[in-house]
């Protein structure tokens, strides 16, 4: 299949770049490897495959994991946030084919984890999975210590991996050519924010970081997008013109979104709609 061939050249190609690239994630946290999965958001659902573990994808797409593999699915059904897969047990009810294949390939590389960081921004959704060695065995504790500091090793692998300038047109691959129909039907290995939303609205309120006016926050595809040009600073007359509308209508939509979340200031708006794409609720 060619979809494979692509991602393995991909690989081959890049891999003794990806192992230069997470060196200072091996010195400190001790981590294996890094495969590294972008999804873009276009027609096709393309993607990029790449890894530090040569051998590791070669065996992945020789046994087709990828069809079982909840990081590939659709960006719908996949949401921000970090997963751990364990060898020696069972991991997550959406994927229980991949599971048990995946925990015996974790086994065959000597790794006794894999720890996953999903990101979704505007234009894709990135994966960063690590294999963890099994003499890594303080892992865990060290993560859990240090969150603000891998968070801030993702963002810096990815920013230096954009400027490598990947061939894109050359490495790229179909996810849906790929999986078929269990692109679209299959469970992500997080569950997107939409589905856990009010649970986490819930809990936000109880704890004092959200007014109790706060029932329930749905903002329509055009607020949000009006909403992110609004924290880069766009202006209604520049926000306008991006989106081809006219300005009456941004300010419209910005009085409807002020009400929405109970503010009647700019400045107040600010302010909560930072809180709420911190917490992921917008």
């Known amino acids: 299949m060619k979809e494979i061939e692509r991602i393995l050249s991909g690989t081959r190609k890049y891999g003794k770049k990806i192992q230069k690239l997470i060196e200072p994630a091996v010195q ?28 590791w994808i070669e065996h992945c797409m020789e046994h087709e994991y990828f069809k079982g593999d909840p990081h590939m699915v659709h960006p719908d059904n996949l949401g921000s946030g970090s997963a751990f897969w364990y060898s020696g047990k069972k991991n997550y009810e959406t994927a229980p084919d991949y599971d048990s294949e995946i925990v015996s390939t974790l086994r065959k590389f000597n790794t006794h984890s894999a720890y996953s960081i999903i990101k979704k921004d505007k234009d894709s959704l990135k994966v960063f999975s690590f294999g963890i060695p099994k003499e890594a065995t303080n892992f865990e504790s060290k993560l859990c210590s240090n ?43 997080v569950k997107p924010v939409d589905k856990t939303k009010q649970n986490r609205i819930s809990f936000l309120r109880k704890i004092g970081v959200l007014k109790s006016c706060y029932q329930n926050i749905n903002l ?52 909560v709609v930072k809180l709420l794409k911190e917490f992921e609720l917008i």
Not at 226 to 250: D, H, P, Y
């Open 28 to 55: 400190y946290f001790g981590v294996g490897s890094l495969t590294y999965i972008e999804q873009f958001y276009d027609e096709s659902n393309t993607f990029i495959n790449l890894s530090s573990n040569i051998p």
């Open 220 to 271: 329509s595809k055009r607020e949000v997008e009006i909403i992110n040009l609004f924290l880069e600073g766009m202006s209604a007359k520049a926000t306008a013109e991006q989106l081809v509308i006219s300005r009456r209508t941004v300010e419209s939509h910005f009085e409807n979104i002020k009400a929405k979340l109970k503010v009647t200031l700019k400045s107040e708006l600010f302010k």
């Open 147 to 189: 969150i603000p500091i891998m968070n801030k090793f993702v963002n810096y692998f990815a920013s230096e991996l954009a400027s490598v300038r990947i061939d894109q047109e050359k490495y790229n691959a179909s996810l849906h050519e790929l999986k078929g129909d269990k692109f679209l039907s299959q469970g992500g290995v």
